[in-house]
Antibody, heavy 118, light 111 residues
Protein backbone atom coordinates (compact mmCIF):
# COMPACT_ATOMS: atom_id res chain seq x y z
CA UNK A 1 0.00 0.00 0.00
CA UNK A 2 1.33 3.39 -1.02
CA UNK A 3 1.85 5.81 1.83
CA UNK A 4 3.34 9.29 2.14
CA UNK A 5 3.94 10.63 5.64
CA UNK A 6 4.92 14.23 6.29
CA UNK A 7 6.62 15.44 9.45
CA UNK A 8 8.51 18.44 10.79
CA UNK A 9 5.70 20.93 11.16
CA UNK A 10 5.20 23.01 14.27
CA UNK A 11 5.04 26.48 15.76
CA UNK A 12 7.74 28.93 14.69
CA UNK A 13 8.22 32.68 15.05
CA UNK A 14 8.25 35.00 12.04
CA UNK A 15 11.68 34.94 10.45
CA UNK A 16 12.32 31.42 11.70
CA UNK A 17 13.03 28.19 9.84
CA UNK A 18 11.68 24.66 9.64
CA UNK A 19 12.52 21.56 7.64
CA UNK A 20 9.64 19.41 6.48
CA UNK A 21 10.10 15.77 5.53
CA UNK A 22 7.97 13.38 3.51
CA UNK A 23 8.67 9.65 3.79
CA UNK A 24 7.37 7.30 1.12
CA UNK A 25 6.64 3.61 1.50
CA UNK A 26 4.90 0.89 -0.43
CA UNK A 27 6.22 1.84 -3.86
CA UNK A 28 9.62 2.90 -5.16
CA UNK A 29 9.19 6.55 -6.08
CA UNK A 30 12.78 7.30 -7.03
CA UNK A 31 11.86 7.97 -10.67
CA UNK A 32 8.82 10.09 -9.92
CA UNK A 33 8.68 13.82 -9.67
CA UNK A 34 7.54 14.94 -6.22
CA UNK A 35 6.10 18.17 -4.97
CA UNK A 36 4.80 20.25 -2.09
CA UNK A 37 1.35 21.83 -1.87
CA UNK A 38 -0.05 23.86 1.02
CA UNK A 39 -3.47 24.79 2.30
CA UNK A 40 -3.91 27.78 4.58
CA UNK A 41 -6.59 27.37 7.28
CA UNK A 42 -10.02 27.50 5.69
CA UNK A 43 -8.44 28.31 2.33
CA UNK A 44 -7.73 26.62 -0.96
CA UNK A 45 -4.72 24.75 -2.25
CA UNK A 46 -1.44 26.25 -3.51
CA UNK A 47 1.35 24.47 -5.38
CA UNK A 48 4.71 25.47 -3.97
CA UNK A 49 7.43 23.44 -5.64
CA UNK A 50 8.38 20.28 -7.47
CA UNK A 51 11.55 18.27 -8.04
CA UNK A 52 12.47 15.62 -10.60
CA UNK A 53 13.61 12.12 -9.77
CA UNK A 54 17.29 12.99 -10.27
CA UNK A 55 16.88 16.42 -8.58
CA UNK A 56 17.96 18.10 -11.82
CA UNK A 57 14.65 19.87 -12.41
CA UNK A 58 13.10 22.05 -9.73
CA UNK A 59 10.65 24.90 -9.73
CA UNK A 60 9.06 27.22 -7.18
CA UNK A 61 6.04 29.44 -6.85
CA UNK A 62 6.90 33.13 -6.65
CA UNK A 63 5.44 33.26 -3.13
CA UNK A 64 8.25 31.02 -1.80
CA UNK A 65 11.07 31.47 -4.29
CA UNK A 66 14.30 32.37 -2.51
CA UNK A 67 12.92 31.33 0.89
CA UNK A 68 12.01 27.65 0.46
CA UNK A 69 14.25 24.88 -0.93
CA UNK A 70 13.08 21.49 -2.13
CA UNK A 71 15.35 18.44 -2.07
CA UNK A 72 15.13 14.67 -1.97
CA UNK A 73 17.10 11.61 -0.91
CA UNK A 74 16.14 8.64 -3.06
CA UNK A 75 18.15 6.22 -0.97
CA UNK A 76 15.98 7.16 2.01
CA UNK A 77 12.83 7.48 -0.05
CA UNK A 78 12.39 10.96 1.34
CA UNK A 79 11.41 14.42 0.15
CA UNK A 80 12.25 17.62 2.01
CA UNK A 81 11.24 21.25 2.09
CA UNK A 82 13.47 23.74 3.87
CA UNK A 83 11.43 26.75 4.97
CA UNK A 84 13.41 29.90 5.78
CA UNK A 85 12.41 33.48 6.55
CA UNK A 86 8.94 32.30 7.51
CA UNK A 87 6.05 34.74 7.49
CA UNK A 88 2.67 34.68 9.22
CA UNK A 89 1.06 34.05 5.82
CA UNK A 90 3.03 30.79 5.47
CA UNK A 91 0.80 29.26 8.14
CA UNK A 92 -0.79 26.25 6.47
CA UNK A 93 -1.01 22.49 6.23
CA UNK A 94 1.80 21.31 3.96
CA UNK A 95 1.21 18.25 1.79
CA UNK A 96 3.68 16.24 -0.25
CA UNK A 97 2.41 14.66 -3.44
CA UNK A 98 3.69 12.44 -6.20
CA UNK A 99 2.67 10.10 -8.98
CA UNK A 100 3.73 8.83 -12.38
CA UNK A 101 2.80 12.28 -13.73
CA UNK A 102 3.30 15.06 -11.20
CA UNK A 103 0.99 17.33 -13.19
CA UNK A 104 -1.81 14.99 -12.05
CA UNK A 105 -0.66 13.94 -8.57
CA UNK A 106 -2.46 10.85 -7.35
CA UNK A 107 -0.61 10.16 -4.10
CA UNK A 108 -0.86 12.65 -1.24
CA UNK A 109 0.32 12.61 2.34
CA UNK A 110 -1.88 13.48 5.32
CA UNK A 111 -0.20 16.85 5.75
CA UNK A 112 1.81 18.57 8.47
CA UNK A 113 0.75 21.86 10.06
CA UNK A 114 3.11 24.82 10.09
CA UNK A 115 2.08 27.73 12.28
CA UNK A 116 4.03 30.98 12.07
CA UNK A 117 3.19 33.27 14.95
CA UNK A 118 4.92 35.47 17.48
CA UNK B 1 -0.63 32.76 -13.39
CA UNK B 2 -3.54 30.79 -14.77
CA UNK B 3 -6.63 31.51 -12.72
CA UNK B 4 -9.10 28.66 -12.24
CA UNK B 5 -12.62 29.84 -11.48
CA UNK B 6 -15.14 27.37 -10.12
CA UNK B 7 -18.88 27.80 -9.87
CA UNK B 8 -20.84 27.52 -7.79
CA UNK B 9 -18.73 27.87 -4.65
CA UNK B 10 -21.49 26.29 -2.59
CA UNK B 11 -23.69 23.52 -3.93
CA UNK B 12 -26.63 22.26 -1.88
CA UNK B 13 -27.64 18.89 -3.28
CA UNK B 14 -30.43 16.37 -2.85
CA UNK B 15 -29.59 12.71 -2.42
CA UNK B 16 -30.14 10.79 -5.63
CA UNK B 17 -30.19 13.94 -7.74
CA UNK B 18 -27.50 15.05 -10.22
CA UNK B 19 -24.97 17.78 -9.50
CA UNK B 20 -22.55 19.72 -11.66
CA UNK B 21 -19.51 21.93 -10.99
CA UNK B 22 -17.99 24.24 -13.58
CA UNK B 23 -14.32 25.17 -13.83
CA UNK B 24 -12.96 27.82 -16.19
CA UNK B 25 -9.33 28.68 -16.85
CA UNK B 26 -7.88 31.98 -18.06
CA UNK B 27 -5.68 30.15 -20.56
CA UNK B 28 -6.05 27.04 -22.65
CA UNK B 29 -4.75 23.90 -20.94
CA UNK B 30 -3.37 21.86 -23.82
CA UNK B 31 0.24 20.78 -23.19
CA UNK B 32 2.59 19.94 -26.04
CA UNK B 33 -0.37 19.71 -28.39
CA UNK B 34 -1.43 16.43 -26.84
CA UNK B 35 -2.31 16.46 -23.14
CA UNK B 36 -4.81 18.51 -21.17
CA UNK B 37 -3.77 18.48 -17.52
CA UNK B 38 -7.10 19.31 -15.91
CA UNK B 39 -7.80 17.30 -12.78
CA UNK B 40 -10.54 17.10 -10.18
CA UNK B 41 -9.97 16.41 -6.49
CA UNK B 42 -12.34 15.67 -3.63
CA UNK B 43 -11.47 16.73 -0.10
CA UNK B 44 -13.64 15.28 2.63
CA UNK B 45 -13.63 17.01 6.03
CA UNK B 46 -10.37 16.40 7.87
CA UNK B 47 -8.81 14.51 4.98
CA UNK B 48 -6.21 15.11 2.29
CA UNK B 49 -7.37 15.78 -1.25
CA UNK B 50 -8.11 12.66 -3.28
CA UNK B 51 -7.83 12.64 -7.06
CA UNK B 52 -11.07 11.68 -8.81
CA UNK B 53 -10.49 12.61 -12.43
CA UNK B 54 -7.29 13.27 -14.36
CA UNK B 55 -6.70 14.72 -17.82
CA UNK B 56 -10.27 16.02 -18.08
CA UNK B 57 -12.20 12.77 -18.18
CA UNK B 58 -10.20 9.80 -16.87
CA UNK B 59 -11.74 8.43 -13.71
CA UNK B 60 -9.37 7.04 -11.09
CA UNK B 61 -9.51 3.44 -9.98
CA UNK B 62 -12.02 3.01 -7.18
CA UNK B 63 -13.92 6.20 -8.02
CA UNK B 64 -17.63 5.45 -8.50
CA UNK B 65 -18.84 5.73 -12.07
CA UNK B 66 -21.40 8.34 -11.02
CA UNK B 67 -18.50 10.81 -11.27
CA UNK B 68 -17.57 12.04 -14.72
CA UNK B 69 -15.47 14.84 -16.17
CA UNK B 70 -15.73 16.64 -19.47
CA UNK B 71 -14.68 19.79 -21.28
CA UNK B 72 -12.02 21.30 -23.48
CA UNK B 73 -10.16 24.52 -24.08
CA UNK B 74 -10.93 26.66 -21.04
CA UNK B 75 -14.26 25.19 -19.87
CA UNK B 76 -14.52 22.01 -17.83
CA UNK B 77 -17.22 20.27 -15.82
CA UNK B 78 -17.43 17.66 -13.08
CA UNK B 79 -20.73 15.83 -12.89
CA UNK B 80 -22.19 13.55 -10.26
CA UNK B 81 -25.05 11.59 -11.78
CA UNK B 82 -26.76 10.71 -8.48
CA UNK B 83 -25.41 12.29 -5.32
CA UNK B 84 -24.80 10.02 -2.34
CA UNK B 85 -24.18 11.03 1.26
CA UNK B 86 -20.46 10.14 1.02
CA UNK B 87 -20.00 12.79 -1.70
CA UNK B 88 -20.13 15.61 0.83
CA UNK B 89 -16.92 17.63 0.78
CA UNK B 90 -15.05 20.26 -1.19
CA UNK B 91 -14.19 19.70 -4.84
CA UNK B 92 -11.25 21.39 -6.54
CA UNK B 93 -10.24 21.58 -10.15
CA UNK B 94 -6.52 21.89 -10.83
CA UNK B 95 -4.52 22.71 -13.95
CA UNK B 96 -1.10 21.10 -14.36
CA UNK B 97 -0.23 22.64 -17.72
CA UNK B 98 1.21 26.07 -16.87
CA UNK B 99 3.54 26.61 -13.90
CA UNK B 100 2.65 27.51 -11.26
CA UNK B 101 -0.01 24.83 -11.40
CA UNK B 102 -3.15 26.22 -9.85
CA UNK B 103 -6.36 25.12 -8.18
CA UNK B 104 -9.83 26.52 -8.27
CA UNK B 105 -11.27 28.06 -5.10
CA UNK B 106 -13.19 24.91 -4.29
CA UNK B 107 -16.88 24.02 -4.38
CA UNK B 108 -18.46 22.88 -1.14
CA UNK B 109 -21.03 20.16 -1.73
CA UNK B 110 -23.49 19.66 1.07
CA UNK B 111 -26.72 17.76 1.45
Amino acid sequence: QVQLVESGGGLVKPGGSLRLSCAASGVTFSDYYKGWIRQAPGRGLEWLSYISGDSGDTNYADSVKGRFTISRDNAQGSLYLQLNSLRVEDTAVYYCATGPQIRTPDYWGQGTLVTVSS
Amino acid sequence: DVVMTQSPLSLPVTLGQPASISCRSTQGLVYSGRYTFLNWFQQRPGQSPRRLIYEVSNRDSGVPDRFSGSGSGTDFTLRISRVEAEDVGVYYCMQGTHWPWTFGQGTKVEI
